[in-house]
């Protein structure tokens, strides 16, 4: 199903979903995280399992983009629960990537004092994790792993500097997970970034009360005590990968709109790039301009859009990541 295609069953899924006002209780019931049963359990693999959590949360995913805004603010509470509950007891990157994949259709069709109670569970634990001993870059973990693998951007961010680190130790339980869904799940999570980026400034005044652990808010200097997730993971990623040259500045776009899957971390560089300097250089007036160095569409994810623009360049994204090539 290509892009076009795709927004034509939005129309038919919003419009069957307004005349029946019990299907969307329903969809919301079958994202269950227990078997039913014990013969269930005994049937259905945990692997197959997963993936039918993962398929039912992409429908509530795609049910949500469908409608207007604030459609399913009374659902809140639900859908927070449905969703919480896969990040706690899921410890499976494909789950952990569709629930990344909820929050940001929900950041669209849901007005910021609709998403309060989202916040702890997008950005929980997050000064837990920001007593880590940034000056040799050593991260603190708890013990328990539904503890470290908590899927919160902070942690998913956390597990992406650990690896580019080489310093992974994920349980054995998980090191037999395909390293292309981790991925997945990786990129999801910068998709989820970009999303809190590009939105106007100021419009969720809840990320804007952590936005500088993501990204510098004024330009750091050598002496700074912290530095944020962005310019971190940037100097991880050059020093593995190394830096970007002049010609690939230009050509590369930093923004992840039209990515739909990832193969290494060194195709996120441009992205963290872009996020660790953000501040450092002057504003240029257009976002595709590529002076003194700026990354292609670099400005896009600086909170200077119109709510309309940043609007449709996300539903944009959202579309490519909903969107099938067609199999013969």
């Known amino acids: 199903m290509d892009i076009q295609a795709l927004k034509q069953w939005l129309i038919i899924i919003d419009n069957l979903m307004t005349q029946d006002k019990t299907s969307f209780r329903e969809l919301l019931m079958r994202i269950s995280t227990t078997s039913n049963s014990t013969l269930s359990s005994l049937i259905t693999s945990k692997e197959s399992d997963h993936e039918l959590r993962a398929q039912a949360l992409k429908r509530l995913a795609f049910t949500v983009l469908s409608s207007e805004l604030d459609r399913y603010q009374s659902q809140v509470p639900e859908i927070q629960e449905r969703l919480s509950e896969n990040i706690r007891l899921s ?47 050593h991260l603190t973990f708890f013990s328990n792993k539904f503890e470290i693998y908590s899927t919160t951007l902070v942690h998913v961010l956390l597990q992406i500097e650990q690896q580019l680190l080489g310093a992974s130790s994920l349980s054995d339980d998980l090191k037999c997970d395909r390293s292309d869904h981790w991925m997945q799940l990786y990129l999801a999570a910068c998709k989820l970034l970009e999303a809190l980026c590009t939105l106007p400034s100021g419009y969720l005044p809840q990320y804007q009360m952590c936005h500088w652990a993501f990204v510098a808010s004024v330009g750091a200097s050598c002496s700074d005590s912290f530095v944020p997730f962005a310019g971190r993971i940037s100097a991880l990623l050059n020093n593995k990968f190394g830096q970007l040259t002049t ?82």
């Not at 441009?270 to 670099?298: C, W």
């Open 91 to 137: 410890q499976v990157p494909t789950v952990h990537a569709q629930v990344f994949l909820c929050y940001r259709v929900l950041l669209l069709r849901l007005r910021p004092s609709h998403l309060v109670s989202m916040w702890p569970a997008m950005v929980t634990e997050l000064a837990s994790f920001l007593t880590v001993e940034l000056s040799n870059w």
């Open 247 to 328: 010609s690939e500045k230009k050509l590369i776009s930093a923004s992840l709109l039209n990515v739909k899957t990832l193969t290494s971390f060194g195709e996120l560089r441009p992205f963290f790039l872009a996020l660790a300097t953000q501040n450092k250089s002057l504003l240029i007036s257009q976002p595709y301009s590529t002076e003194d160095g700026q990354l292609r569409d670099a400005a896009f994810m600086s909170g200077k859009l119109t709510y309309n623009s940043a609007i449709s360049r996300l539903e944009h994204s959202l579309h490519v990541d909903f969107a099938e090539p067609w199999q013969l």
